[in-house]
T-cell receptor, first 114, second 109 residues
Framework: NAGVTQTPKFRILKIGQSMTLQCAQDMNHNYMYWYRQDPGMGLKLIYY???????DKGEVPNGYNVSRSTTEDFPLRLELAAPSQTSVYFC?????????????FGSGTQLSVL | QQPVQSPQAVILREGEDAVINCSSSKALYSVHWYRQKHGEAPVFLMI?????EQKGHEKISASFNEKKQQSSLYLTASQLSYSGTYFC??????????FGDGTTLTVKP
């Protein structure tokens, strides 16, 4: 299993540009998440999904959109990028079994908006 | 509303113990703990569900007091590899986590 795969690892955008951050997992997890992390801060939940076709807003959804057409993929779309969206973005998926629950994180995407 | 972590920073010598606390003003479904090293993704340590359970992971364990909506992470006989920033994440219902701002732990030789 590759786990949670995020692309790209780094990206520089100009103000007003748009882009999609890709996230894929091959563990058949239903729950997937997008977080952003600003320097020296904790993780802020942007959007999450409890299964294909179902998404919901987190704490900081403004300026972002998501879709979940398959269990594997959970892309994050930035429309009209702004400097305030400069951050590190992490995707994660969640697994349950009778031993408990566990979250798996991707390696992150460092985004700069200039 | 995000949980509050304390202390903000801890400096230890190898072999010493540390406790990191996480408290919420809301009724919680679960508490998660993570460790993040600089420039890396957070690494999941453990999750505690309501019911006041205590879980262990090598020399790192945690408790969850459902009545007080508090969780504590216990690091015993700390090693250099324990250095990093520890975050707690809380859920008021399954699937929607809120994270604290982290506790930076530095273990010195």
């Amino acid at each position: 299993n590759a786990g949670v795969t995020q692309t790209p690892k780094f990206r520089i955008l100009k103000i007003g540009q748009s882009m999609t951050l890709q996230c894929a997992q091959d563990m058949n997890h239903n729950y997937m998440y997008w977080y952003r992390q600003d320097p020296g801060m904790g993780l802020k939940l942007i959007y999450y999904s409890v299964g294909a076709g179902i998404t919901d807003k987190g704490e900081v959804p403004n300026g972002y959109n998501v879709s979940r057409s398959t269990t594997e993929d959970f892309p994050l779309r930035l429309e009209l990028a702004a400097p305030s969206q400069t951050s590190v973005y992490f995707c994660a998926s969640r697994h349950w079994d009778k031993r408990g629950e566990k979250l798996f994180f991707g390696s992150g995407t460092q985004l700069s908006v200039l | 509303q995000q949980p509050v972590q304390s202390p903000q920073a801890v400096i230890l010598r190898e072999g010493e113990d540390a406790v990191i606390n996480c408290s919420s003003s809301k009724a919680l479904y679960s508490v998660h703990w993570y460790r993040q090293k600089h420039g890396e993704a957070p690494v999941f340590l453990m999750i505690l569900l309501k019911g006041g359970e205590q879980k262990g992971h090598e020399k790192i364990s945690a408790s969850f007091n459902e009545k007080k909506q508090q969780s504590s992470l216990y690091l015993t006989a700390s090693q250099l590899s324990y250095s990093g920033t520890y975050f707690c994440g809380t859920e008021t219902n399954a699937g929607k986590s809120t994270f604290g701002d982290g506790t930076t732990l530095t273990v010195k030789p």
